[in-house]
Structures are given as structure tokens and as C-alpha cells.
Nanobody, 120 residues
Framework: QVQLQESGGGLVQAGGSLRLSCAASGRSFSTYRMGWFRQAAGKEREFVARINWSLGITYYADSVKGRFTISRDRTKNTVDLQMNSLKPEDTAVYYC?????????????WGQGTQVTVSS
């Protein structure tokens, strides 16, 4: 079993920055990929960014490309999401996720989520 704990959400003005962090813990697990999704009120959860754990290859949703940066610390089992030039439409609950199975695409573990609110 893997537990994920997000931190770093909050309220920021448009154009500002926030940094989210997610720490993974548990017994005897290996990480294949970690990433972030978000869900705005009344909308479906959507993909934001992901990172391959061993190679560090990243992938972003078009809506955040060039503004958000995902990174990982393999020694601490953490993944961060640096969010710059935030827009009101970035307002959502952000969820960290983790995949342990190599080659799998669907997230297997989820965090509880952290609220990000961007005011105009």
C-alpha cells in the first residue's frame, strides 16, 4: 500500500506562483511514474503533468505547458509541481498520483488533494 500526501496549495493572485509537493510513503514499493491531475468545481478530473521516475521524462497538458514544471526527488520519494503565471482557470483541487506497475498508464494511487485558488 502506498500513501500520498500533498502540500502547498493556497490562494494566489493571477500571474502569481505556487509550488505543490507530494510525498509518497509505504512499504516496499517501487515507483514507475508520478504525476498530477486537477478537478475544478463541476468538471471532470483532468491530467496536468507526469514524470517517469527512472528517466525523468516529463509530459504536460497543453493548458499548462510552459507555465508548470514537474520534478521529482528520487531520494525523498517526492514529486513537485511548480506553477507559474497562474490563471483563474487553474483554480481546482490538485491530486497527486502514482503508478507502481511498469508500463501502466492508469494511476494506481491517489492523494487526498490540495486546493489551489487563483483570484483575478
Amino acid at each position: 500500500q502506498v500513501q500520498l500526501q500533498e502540500s502547498g496549495g493556497g490562494l494566489v493572485q493571477a500571474g502569481g506562483s505556487l509550488r505543490l509537493s507530494c510525498a509518497a510513503s509505504g512499504r516496499s514499493f517501487s515507483t514507475y511514474r508520478m504525476g498530477w491531475f486537477r478537478q475544478a468545481a463541476g468538471k471532470e478530473r483532468e491530467f496536468v503533468a507526469r514524470i517517469n521516475w527512472s528517466l525523468g521524462i516529463t509530459y504536460y497538458a497543453d493548458s499548462v505547458k510552459g507555465r508548470f514544471t514537474i520534478s521529482r526527488d528520487r531520494t525523498k520519494n517526492t514529486v513537485d509541481l511548480q506553477m507559474n503565471s497562474l490563471k483563474p482557470e487553474d483554480t481546482a483541487v490538485y491530486y497527486c498520483n502514482l503508478i507502481t506497475t511498469s508500463g501502466a498508464t492508469a494511476p494506481q494511487y491517489w492523494g487526498q488533494g490540495t486546493q489551489v485558488t487563483v483570484s483575478s
